[in-house]
């Protein structure tokens, strides 16, 4: 018998007999067989800690079967797996938030293999043998936020293949051997709503998606350093683009945007520009209905055939290539962007997007602005919101200074830092003539005067001191006005009258 099996049993000896109920008698049992039965031990060579399982350089080959499910995070790295079968753990890990199996062998991920995990957070498959990414291989992971892919082997995505990864923000495919773009991330109604960051460096992309690339990096970072990138026009364009646009996937790395040798010469691409128009004055207004014409900023017309011109839109992006007749928005052969029968909505930040052969320069912009209808009711559009945000703040800023000025003016005037209470008939205090700062308060409340004490008064000029004669009308009806002034000696003479009014300060 276990020993606190043995002390429970003492208690409850009574006159020599034990009587112990049938259902005490079970618990004891299983205190004596020392196993609770819905708990695991934690493997042989495994650490385990309050809620951290890791199994790390263990040699495994095959992962633990009965795992304690308390974990939040399991840590099988640095191993020898080479498949995640589907049953591959006894119980569903309702807790596990953080999964690592990196620097293993792992080459095929079964169907389904990742349901036992449904609140799964990270997961990190990073250097492994993955070849191919299947349809539906990541079922389960509905909350999964980060995926780490990066240093495998993956060539091939096939459609569905992220189904399920609603949640995933950011996700890790640097250093594989993709050649296409994997636009299905973003158009596939299964895959992820809310993705932020892609890594897609140290691939072997050449050929990539303007246009798509144009409307999907206005808030994503896309980060495409170190892969061999077929510089067409339509390339040098976006690149040229982010560049002005300070996006940070392209700033960070930005001598690791490589072009392929035989992409052309960047020169076709160039353009003489034209720029005799003042940045403020890139705005243009239509009415509801009708139809504008909005030359892109800076490139002369016609332009070159070869040259592909982008144009961004608050709803889509457009080239000239890719024109539909049927719709109201359409980019002309030119480089113009027509607006047909225009819509309130139509109005916003446009921005046009064409090869320069050049950076930049600070005068340039390939921004304008359209306002369909009239400026001033037009207060919901981009620029409308801008200044009317600027206005309210300009004028809140001037009302708020004239608020603190007016205070700080009446607090000067009427409020006395500390009153005086003297001896003289005259005077109750300080009073509202002058502002009198005292040395020792317990002085003032006992109204005493002490030769060494120090009082200031700041008292007007009399009228002998001053050449122009400015008369006063007396704040108080008194005869006799008891003053203190000081002397050059340092002492004061108290009682000191003024009979003339005139003279009060």
């Known amino acids: ?98 999964l690592v199996l990196s620097r293993n062998s792992i080459s095929q991920i079964e169907v389904n293999a990742f349901t036992v995990t449904p609140h799964l957070l990270h997961l990190d498959l990073s250097s492994n043998q993955l070849t191919v990414l299947n349809s539906s291989i990541f079922t389960g992971l509905k909350e999964l936020t980060e995926l780490l892919l990066f240093g495998n082997q993956i060539a091939e995505i096939n459609p569905g293949a992220f189904d399920d990864l609603h949640s995933l923000q950011r996700l890790y495919l640097s250093g594989n051997r993709l050649v296409a773009f994997p636009l299905g991330l973003y158009w596939e109604p299964g895959g992820p709503r809310n993705l932020t960051f892609l890594d897609l460096s140290y691939n072997r992309l050449s050929q990539m998606p303007v246009q798509s690339l144009l409307s999907l990096t206005q808030q994503d970072g896309i980060y495409l350093q170190e892969n061999p990138l077929f510089c067409d026009c339509a390339l040098l364009a976006l690149l040229e683009y982010w ?24 020169s076709d691409c160039g353009q003489q520009i034209v720029w005799d128009m003042p940045l403020g004055a890139l705005t243009y207004q239509v009415e509801p209905g009708q139809w504008l014409r909005v030359p892109c900023p800076g490139l002369p017309s016609p332009v070159q055939e070869e040259l592909v011109v982008f144009w961004i839109t608050p709803t889509t992006v457009l080239n000239t290539s890719t024109n539909d007749p049927n719709e109201h928005l359409i980019v002309l052969p030119n480089g113009t962007l027509e607006i047909r029968a225009a819509l309130m909505e139509d109005s916003g930040l446009y921005g046009c997007v064409a090869a320069r052969g050049h950076p930049y320069h600070p005068s340039e912009s390939p921004e304008v602005y359209v306002v369909v209808g009239n400026v001033s009711a037009t207060s919901s ?56 700062l005292c040395a020792d308060p317990r002085e003032v409340e006992a109204e005493q005067r002490r030769s060494n004490g120090k009082r200031v008064a700041f008292l007007e000029p009399q009228a002998g001191d001053s050449d122009i004669a400015c008369p006063k009308t007396p704040a108080l009806n008194a005869g006799h006005v008891t003053t203190e002034g000081i002397l050059k000696n340092g002492s004061r003479t108290v009682g000191q009258t003024l009979a003339d009014p005139a003279h009060m300060a």
């Not at 049993?9 to 067989?33: E, F, M, T």
């Not at 560049?243 to 960047?266: A, H, N």
């Open 381 to 436: 559009s981009g620029l409308g919101q801008r200044s009317g945000a600027e206005h309210f703040n300009t004028a809140f800023t001037t009302l708020a200074s004239c608020v603190v000025s007016i205070v700080l003016v009446l607090l000067y005037l009427y409020l006395t830092p500390c009153r005086c209470r003297g001896r003289g008939r005259g005077s109750g205090g300080c009073g509202g003539r002058a502002i009198a």
């Open 243 to 266: 560049t002005w646009k300070q996006y940070r996937p392209l700033v960070d790395f930005r001598g690791e945007y490589r072009c392929k040798e035989d992409s052309g010469p960047e």
């Open 1 to 98: 018998m276990c020993p606190t099996a043995s002390r429970l049993v003492g208690n409850n000896n009574v006159g020599g007999g034990c009587h112990i109920p049938a259902a005490i008698a079970l618990l004891l049992l299983s205190l004596c067989l020392c196993f609770h039965p819905s708990v695991a031990t934690c493997p042989p060579n495994c650490l385990c800690t309050s809620d951290i399982i890791s199994c790390s350089g263990c040699n495994l080959s095959s992962l633990p079967f009965d795992l304690p499910s308390y974990a939040t995070r399991l840590d099988v790295s640095h191993n020898a797996l080479t498949v995640l079968p589907e049953g591959w753990i006894s119980r569903p890990f309702d807790r596990l938030t953080t």
